[in-house]
């Protein structure tokens, strides 16, 4: 299976049922209204090196812990 690096396109199942689609990209590329994620960011550190089928967790902005599971990583 394909580990999320960066530049991968990544689709997560929040565990609230939210969906979403996205790229892992470098910070100096990051467009959260163009779904690019930075790789420096919580969700883009967490991520990076993880398989189809994980789930990880991270601290948000607001300090809310977050889990999610990764549904596919292209």
Do not use: H, W
């Not at 530049?7 to 470098?26: A, L, P």
């Not at 919580?42 to 993880?50: D, F, R, S, T, V």
Request: proline share 3%; net charge positive; with cysteine.
């Amino acid at each position: 299976m394909k580990k999320v690096e960066t530049g991968s396109r990544v689709k997560v199942n929040f565990d609230d049922g939210s969906i979403e689609d996205f790229q892992i990209v470098y910070p100096s590329d990051a467009n959260i209204l163009e779904g690019k994620v930075s790789n420096s960011s919580p969700i883009g550190k967490e991520i990076l090196g993880k398989q189809q089928g994980k789930t990880i967790s991270f601290l948000n902005s607001n300090q809310t812990r977050i889990k999610c599971k990764i549904v596919s990583v292209e």
